[in-house]
């Protein structure tokens, strides 16, 4: 079994157990297309695993999202369902739609009116990408989420500017945007904090991930 799990940033990729065929697109969906491509050959499954933004205000930072379904611009992708009724019970995350975007969704004007047109919980740049991959190659397809800024929480534009191309951070980016706009400090600091407390929510779902079809954990030998 050769599940491709798609992210955004090495630190999760880093929380997943061995084995998984991982993909980082360092909030680049164009290169996300790209490597999912590229990993194709003999995949079972798909996953979408990251931190997201919240869109639902009863979501509190590291709370575990669960997709329904994906909805984005470019159409609207039903999740598996055993699969996802697996990760569930796994990690107690809500079920709900995940909403796909091609760029960050930094502040609660535009969050509350995405919540609007696409009903979702969170949204995040790569769950759209992959679940339009899946389909197109007719796999089972998943997301597992943990929200990071909260619906109601403005995202800094230094935050968007924090990765490099391979999913590192890019500190040197991040301080050139707070030498232009000083006063996001404060709201950088604290998407940090939130974005530390998703990831630990993400590595205690990470260690015991159901495959797909069933609810067995994944274990490090079983894929290729």
Same mark, same amino acid.
């Given at each position: 079994?050769?599940?491709?799990?798609?992210?955004?940033?090495?630190?999760?990729?880093?929380?997943?157990?061995? !084995?998984?065929?991982?993909?980082? $697109?360092?909030?680049?969906?164009?290169?996300?297309?790209?490597?999912?491509?590229?990993?194709?050959?003999?995949?079972?499954?798909?996953?979408?695993?990251?931190?997201?933004?919240?869109?639902?205000?009863?979501?509190?930072?590291?709370?575990?999202?669960?997709?329904?379904?994906?909805?984005?611009? !470019? !159409?609207?992708?039903?999740?598996?369902?055993?699969?996802?009724?697996?990760?569930?019970?796994? $990690?107690?995350?809500?079920? !709900?739609?995940?909403?796909?975007?091609?760029?960050?969704?930094?502040?609660?004007?535009?969050?509350?009116?995405?919540?609007?047109?696409?009903?979702?919980?969170?949204?995040?740049?790569?769950?759209?990408?992959?679940?339009?991959?899946?389909?197109?190659?007719?796999?089972?397809?998943?997301?597992?989420?943990?929200?990071?800024?909260?619906?109601?929480?403005?995202?800094?534009?230094?935050?968007?500017?924090?990765?490099?191309?391979?999913?590192?951070?890019?500190?040197?980016?991040?301080?050139?945007?707070?030498l232009r706009r000083p006063g996001?400090?404060?709201?950088?600091?604290?998407?940090?904090?939130?974005?530390?407390?998703?990831?630990?929510?993400?590595?205690?779902?990470?260690?015991?991930?159901?495959?797909?079809?069933?609810?067995?954990?994944?274990?490090?030998?079983?894929?290729?």
């Amino acid at each position: 079994m050769t599940v491709i799990v798609a992210t955004g940033m090495r630190a999760e990729a880093a929380l997943l157990p061995p !084995g998984l065929r991982v993909v980082v $697109s360092g909030g680049d969906p164009a290169r996300l297309r790209s490597k999912l491509d590229e990993a194709a050959e003999g995949a079972t499954a798909v996953l979408s695993f990251g931190i997201a933004g919240g869109l639902d205000t009863a979501l509190e930072p590291g709370a575990l999202v669960v997709a329904t379904r994906v909805r984005a611009p !470019g !159409g609207a992708w039903p999740a598996d369902t055993v699969w996802s009724s697996a990760l569930v019970r796994a $990690s107690g995350a809500r079920l !709900g739609v995940v909403a796909g975007a091609s760029a960050v969704v930094s502040g609660p004007d535009a969050k509350r009116s995405l919540r609007l047109m696409t009903d979702a919980l969170v949204v995040d740049m790569e769950s759209a990408v992959a679940a339009a991959f899946a389909a197109s190659r007719g796999l089972p397809f998943a997301v597992l989420r943990a929200v990071a800024d909260t619906a109601e929480e403005v995202l800094p534009r230094a935050a968007a500017v924090g990765l490099t191309r391979t999913g590192r951070p890019a500190p040197g980016r991040v301080a050139m945007a707070l030498l232009r706009r000083p006063g996001e400090l404060p709201a950088l600091v604290q998407v940090a904090k939130r974005s530390r407390t998703a990831l630990e929510s993400l590595a205690r779902a990470a260690r015991d991930l159901p495959r797909p079809g069933g609810a067995a954990p994944l274990p490090a030998n079983d894929m290729g």
